[in-house]
């Protein structure tokens, strides 16, 4: 394991050390962290903050953590990507039932979900906003699929985005039957 991986591992388990809200208090501490307002992290801010929570890093190390974490190129932190980097990896069975979930959202079989996948296993009619007249059944949906979508909101919804959405909720749920049972009862698996 390298000095980041290390790193890493230190700042996830203090995270789950702190139960259910150390996920959100880090986004709280991520927030404050963030002291020009960019809403991501610099190697230099990411150094101080970890600093605040006892891991001690040398600036190399600091640079090679943001480099590690930095999916999107940008030589920065955001949010999303700290808090993708201190989730916990889940098991084969957590995985599974979430391919299982994308599998029957993804009617087409194409390997993303869009509203015309949905439109074929979920109805938004009944929707409220839908009754008062406010969205159509396709608003309905679309705004269900956007809470699976990455941050850009492009209207398709990849198996990796929809593991991502749950990798979240994963972090929040102990054991695996308790996961599996939660993913299978809501997808109706």
Known sequence: MDAVDATVEKLRAQCLARGALGIQGL????????????RSLDAGELWRGLAELGLVLDMAEAKGVCRRWDRDGSGTLDLEEFLRALRPPMSQ????VIAAAFAKLDRSGDGVVTVSDL????S?????????????????LRHFLDNFDSPEKDGQVTLAEFQDYYSGVSASVDTDEEFVAMVTSAWRL
């Open 27 to 38: 986004a709280r501490f991520f927030r404050r962290l963030d002291r020009d307002g960019s």
């Open 93 to 96: 069975a957590r995985e599974a």
């Open 119 to 122: 439109r074929g296993v979920y």
């Open 124 to 140: 938004g009619r009944a929707h409220p906003k839908v009754q008062s007249g406010e969205w159509t059944e396709e608003e309905v």
